[in-house]
């Protein structure tokens, strides 16, 4: 593991500038358990001042470091994110795989949910459950409930993929080998899914982060909780942008782009480390 | 150069269609912690006459599936050619692969077409099997659009296929009709050159009978050349003219088939040949030991001799080159003696 | 190649955006004979009935220019000036007991229709709105209306079920009130609660012209006969606004893009950054309640810190008590409005006549008034706040703040407590507390926790000064998280489903002393129990006999009754004691006028009407704008 | 055909199915939601007038009866499918007596407009970029593009609206920032009224589209260079026919076939409308009423949105999965 890790960051200098980009913002963002301050502390700071040698990024109006916001708020938000794209793609292999290989009856109750999940328009339904909730909202709470709105397209995908595989050979094999379905699933079709898991992943972590930012904006959020979205309601109640405080939302989303495009690379270069596909041409037959 | 090609086409009979000098071509990878270069095709020369179909045998993973892609001039990073060449000759013209791109797409399924390993999946899966032919052909025909279906349908129909089947998709064919249809598409412009890769592999016996049969009376009518590559010696045995036996990325042997078959000169061609099934032979298969050689880290010396059975200290330090010996080449120090054996 | 093709585009787009800034703003419509006024996105557009549910609840200009009743107050205004008497000709007339209300009204007043306004449509009004009890005020009437009489076209006589001194309030606009329906229009429709009055009969000066059936915008139109109105009898000369433009301009920065573009040229309510923003790029262009910082302009409502008295342990006046002392104002006023906070101690807002009334008089009270912790008494009350903010702005606003301490009263109000944290703790024992470590204890030696409910998005600086509150009382060893209700916060504050929250539980006349606005509400009769929805108004359950004398001494005395200002100083002298919530300050609005085309805009020095543009007396504003001479010409 | 028709069943049956089991939650959810219509209207009525607690009871147990919300939850449930099948979700209750379908219907035109023309652009414009993207790996402005591409793709909508909305109404002020046509222009098919919906729709759709391309310029990128490596399209180059003849019939034409299905949901949820940006740009459409209705405690102006985005992403779903023989020829039916 640790080799193969060595060797791509040395060999692929995609990886390798994703690799440093997640890395500074994971070590970035895990620098808020050592903030000099806590995070949800206001006007201990003067407010509003430009990003500066003393405020690297400036302070918010509320009298805080954008600096050290930031750096709670990415942690909270890929918190979140990932949560809810784990999962996600949980439900969405074990559904589409499910589905895909065992066909028939179980294919067509599992997509009809499926399919009933996928018409439920998103905004709606998790502000309405957001009321129900009320103040036991907690964010793993709507992470689930994101989740499982969050895993239907995907699921078809999959689902796809392991029909084609089903009538291949190395299933038969495997089936007269005495395999059992969740060792076929797990050890024969999983690696053939794994690429799709992970374009999806990216895709399903953008959706989720967008999901909180766009709650968070219509009014929706823990305000107490330090997140992207947080940060960007509280700008907003600030009228920063207007006010030309455009530190306060302009250092936040580099950050998020920088770490999306970190995320990206990894995810490419690690996904034509484990497509069976792409490593086969590039070894040679 | 032009009046050098004139004043040779006199001979073009005796010229060969394909030369291959010293070519080797590498996979140069920084990935994935596979740094070393792969020679996969490691100093190899041999031509091909008109006329004649080559076989080109070894295991899998020998390298003759990346040296029949090098000759194609279908490699892509990081198979690179590191030295050498691969000239063709049509009609007259000296083709290099590598030194002539432009010329060399032109020349693509007029002078030389390509049956490609899984050949099945050759064609586009959403479009009609008759585009298929369109597209690949037509530009080189010279025809009017309904002559050129003509000419389509006939060979076709030649080949023993339904012309019906340019109008459906190739799902909707069986393996063996696709495999022929594949065949059809390589031969409808009837090229000098035909290289195909392992083009029997996915089929079964009575399909892969029919199908050799199919190629060879395809290459008999049209005077073409074929290299042929597979694994399989059977099918060496039925179709080859010459073979060339491939191990680790080098050509070992070369000759006549029938020699080849009867009096092979070197170890491992001994051994391929041995552990053919013959009809009456109750003799145990003797498996030869060890695994191909990783060519990433090939052996120093001859690099065959960890598995040799006739190895001595030379072939662990030297490399034998590939010599003229009776009909046909070899590259082995003990060239000969496995005939004792 | 596709590069040069969406560039092409992007030219071809730009090319014809150009001539946008060429083109009037209002298809059709001069600029300069247009008043445009931020409204809401209107749901319903098409329906202009203001009697059915929900009627004239969206800010379109409905019933701000079209509606007319009996009397109006303007909440900003003192003494005799802040009353208008509109349809009716006088100040209503009791009966000794209060059961009969007379009514004159004015003459020569007609509909937009040419209908002429008469008593009948008084009477039609209470009638109808009785016999279906969907209306919007039907509820009212029917609790306090026997019969309704007319002896002759100008009069109307109401005999009312019980006594009541305050009956003629249903009548009198402060954001609204009954209007009055159009006899002749609703007595040919069959049912008045599905008629969409589409397009509305107008009673006051202005009449639909246009409007959106999106929602985003109405066009109001000055009537040719406007002089047949109440307001057009109490002019001399034709306004000069012609046309009244509700449009929905979006979010609060679009309202200022808006109005630094000068397309809108009354904004409602923005955050006070935005202000300050407008201050700072478009001061040549723009007028404000105050001519400098704090720029707003006070609604009569007081935001506070409501407890909720039949949770533990908030109905414990010391607990209470000791929470206010754990304030810092300071921070509260700094964090919410940037300082631009008008401070108030007593419960009812610090605005209109509440300061000469109350305010003012009962300072040496307020100084003077002495809290027992238990220990000791203290004198927790600081005049000397409005100083104190004063100190904390000038960085920022330099000159802009002014030195003598009567003018820094007026902008940032008279004064608050102290925050005494040691006098809090011993309150906090008082009340059988004890602190472990930097954690309050409960009596049953649980950790005291508070959730401090706020609504949030749309109500954004009390959000923020809920945030700072938190945090004061969280240092302070109470864990105090903020809880965002949304759109559930007027439910869950109705159903007593919150333990503390910012939100007020106070509003008044504004113009006007009497406290029967609201206090009507708090008596004791109307207290359900936890679980059950409380009627508005005391939303923190808060009971008490004092309370409940007070309010039944107020009911038998006269609206202009001089008693009305000692019961109402009853009143606030028992909120100190009791500390039934925290009043924090007046609701700061931050509402500035684009003068580029209007001039003599309502302000500080001169409150001839409301500010904000969802309040009805707003057309008193509209009727006495001039055209600023310096407009850029019509095109 | 027999085949054909036993699967067009079971797919028909499937396919209420879906609307039964998706409106019906949507009902559930919605029934738990505590936001209470009666109560908002009676704050919305009491929060500025003076009004006496006694009038209040009366006030709601009249506006209850109105709204027809009495009953137990079951009968509530019954009643609105009944009234579904006949096409319509009762009365609006914040904008009473309005049916909710009339509130629908008039926002509906805007948010299909403009959805569908950002939904065509961006799903256009993304396969096309991703496809390229995808084929030509080493041209350097298509590697640009895609970065930007991807940089704006983490961007929240919200964010992204607001820059423009400053860029364009502001800084560099040529767009209307606010509403969906010029005010007091009267709608109709007139050069003035359509270059008005233009102007204003050129933001909203902007910020839609830069919204929107990341996703479809992504998957359609990986699609392709899955799709270059395979068989048919190597062996096409090795054929010597021409590149762009594979780019288009090769590569992208096996790579739209799942993009169609995506294009088919996204149309489905077109009557979802756009929530943010409408809400951004004050634009007339299906999302800012729903946002309206749930902070108003609509609840049959949520559901009857929340029911036609269910059955018009279901339509979709069941015509795409119908559609799908005539443009992938493998699949069939049965």
Known sequence: MFKILRDLLRYNIEFTIGFILTLAIFLFALAHFWAPMPDTAIYLLPPDMPPSAEYWFGTTSRGQDVLWQMSSAIWNTMLFGLSVTILSRLFAVAVGMISGYLGGKWDEFLMTINDTMIALPNIPILLLVYFVMRDQMSWPVLALTAALLGWNYDARLIRSVTLSLRNREFTRHAVFAGMSVPQILVRQHLPYVMPVIFFTAMNNLIWAIGLEVTLSVLGFSDINRPTIGGMIYWANQHQAIIAGIWWWIAFPIIAVVLLFLGLFLLAISVNEYIDPRSRLSRMGA | MLAAVENKSASVEAKPVLRVEGLKAYYQMNYFGVRREVRAVDDVSLTIKRNEIYGIAGESSSGKSSLIKTIAGAITPPLRVVEGSVKFDFGGKELDVYAQRPAMKAARWKHLSYVMQGSMNVLNPVRKVKHAFHDFAFKHMGLSEGEFRARVESHLQRIGLDPRVLESYPHQLSGGMRQRLTIGLATVCEPEFIIADEPTTALDVLVQQDVLALIKGVQQRMGSSIIFVTHDMTVHAAIADRIGIVYAGRLVEEGPTLDVFQRPQHPYTAHLIASLPRIGDTRKRVALGGKPPNLADPPSGCRFHPRCPLAVDKCKSENPALLPRNSGRVACWRAGEVEAA | MLFKKLAAAALAIAAMAMPVAAQDFIAGIPRNEALIIQGPAAQNAEWFNLWAPGGGATTNGNQQLTADTLWWINPEGTGDAAWTNALAADKPVYNDDFTVMTVKLKEGIFWSDGVEFTADDVKYTVDTQIAHPGMGWSAPFTVNVESVEVPDRNTVVFNLKAPNSRFHTLFTVRWNAAWIMPKHVFETVDDPLTYAANPPVSLSAYVLHSYDTAGNWVIWKLRDDWQRTSIGQGLTEAPDVKYVVYRNAGNPDARVIEQMNHNLDVINDIAPEGMFTIARDAADSTAYWFPGFPFAHPDPTLPSVLFNHQVEPFSNKDVRWALALMIDIRSVAMGSYRGAANLAALSTPPTGSAITDYYQPMQEWLTNYEVNTGTRTIKPYDPTTAEQIAALVKPQWGDQIPSDPTQLKAMFGEGWWKQDLAAAAELLQKAGFTKNGNQWLKPDGTPFTIKLMVEGDAIPTLARAGTIIAQQWSMEGIQTTVDVAGPTNGQRLGGGDYEAAIYWTVETWGGHPDLSFFLESYHSDFIKPKGEVQPPRNLTRWQDERLDQIIEANRTVGFDDPKVVELGMDYLKLAVEEMPFIPLMAYNKFAPFDTTYWTGYPSAANPYAASGPNWSNLRYMIVALEANPNAPAAQ | ?334
């Open chain 4, 1 to 334: 055909m027999d085949g054909f028709a036993k699967y067009l069943v079971r797919r028909f049956f499937q396919f209420f199915l879906v609307i039964f089991l998706g409106v019906s939650l949507a009902f559930l959810i919605t029934n738990l939601s505590p936001v209470d219509p009666v109560e908002q209207s009676v704050s919305l009525m009491t929060s500025f007038g003076a009004t006496d607690p006694r009038s209040v009871e009366l006030m709601r147990s009249a506006l209850e009866e109105l709204y027809g919300l009495q009953g137990t939850m079951l009968d509530q449930y019954l009643s609105f499918w009944g009234r579904v099948l006949r096409g319509d979700f009762g009365p609006s209750l914040s904008a009473f007596p309005t049916p909710v379908m009339s509130l629908i219907m008039g926002a509906l035109p805007w948010t299909i407009g403009l959805l569908t023309l950002a939904l065509i652009i961006t799903w256009s414009l993304g396969n096309l970029l991703g496809a390229l993207a995808g084929y030509y790996r080493s041209n350097v402005l298509l590697k640009l593009s895609g970065a930007a591409v991807m940089a704006l793709h983490p961007v929240p909508a919200y964010i992204i609206g607001l820059v423009l909305l400053l860029a364009f109404g502001f800084i560099w002020p040529v767009l209307p920032i606010s509403g969906g046509a010029q005010m007091n222009l009267q709608p109709g098919f007139t050069f003035e009224y359509i270059r008005s919906l233009i102007l204003h729709g050129t933001l909203p759709a902007l910020t839609l589209v830069l919204v929107g391309i990341g996703s479809w310029f992504i998957s359609m990128r990986s699609l392709v260079s899955n799709i270059v490596t395979d068989d048919h399209v190597v062996y096409a180059e090795l054929g010597g026919v021409n590149s762009s003849k594979i780019f288009s019939q090769y590569v992208a034409r096996n790579a739209l076939l799942p993009q169609l299905t995506g294009l088919a949901l996204s149309l489905g949820n077109v009557f979802g409308g756009a929530v943010i940006t409408e809400f951004l740009f004050n634009y007339p459409g299906v999302g800012r009423l729903l946002i309206q209705g749930i902070y108003r405690g609509d609840y049959s102006l949520v559901l009857g949105v929340t029911t036609m985005s269910i059955i018009s992403v279901a339509v979709a779903v069941f015509i795409i999965d119908l559609l799908y023989p005539l443009i992938d020829p493998r699949v069939r039916l049965g």
